[in-house]
């Protein structure tokens, strides 16, 4: 926790991070907020689950830590992964008073490229393993996928399919907060398309596109982010 008085903040991390990423935005605006950065289940200093943790699971845990605290009509802040989780809580526990997502998954978008490319991997998976080519098929598993998947151990592995595979759209709809779209306009992890959906479908939201920055915005345009972020917050 950073800072003692003033509204309370929470700041959710993406995947592959930890509560880390966050620290010298809480440096900033700890004189005017109480802020509370966590580690999501499996990463930084946080344990990994014992079974492997859905969306709706993983904002459960966010929920309980929420609730242990007594905190109430909290900021909550969420990128990428975080975004997910911030996203779904706004949408099942309310309790929100501000929603930011900062270059937030949650959209899954139809992709013929995607499917056949995953039919290939299980045909080849199927094949190296009826023919018992052991070599084969263990480089086919340690090394497909994405760089996060790859480095995973295999409980973090079945979260990052339960996330990826989880279309958040209803949720975003339903969401029902005041809430600010933060979006990088070189996004190549989560393009700016996704940004500009979650925009429509969030009712009254605002979006805003930080220049000359990708994935991380509040590192790759720390300033400009910033400005945005205050701004939004009225510090």
Known sequence: MYGHNGPKILLLHGWGCSLDIFKSIADRIRSKYCVYLIDLPGFGKSSEPDVALD??????AVYSLIESNWLKNIILVGHSYGGRVAGEYAYRYGNVSKLILID????KRPSIKKFFKIRIYKFKKWFYKTFKNVMKYNNL???SGSVDYVNSSFIMKKMLVYA????????????DCE????????????????????????KGS???IIPDSGHFPFVDNYCYFMKVFESYLGV
């Open 55 to 60: 969306v709706v699971g993983v904002t459960k």
């Open 104 to 107: 937030s998954a949650g959209i």
């Open 141 to 143: 598993v340690v090394n």
């Open 164 to 175: 990826v595979n989880y279309n958040q759209r209803r949720v975003f709809r339903g969401i």
């Open 179 to 202: 809430a600010l779209i933060i979006w990088g306009d070189y996004d190549k992890s989560t393009p700016l398309k996704d940004g500009k959906l979650i925009n429509r479908l969030i």
């Open 206 to 208: 605002e979006l805003v």
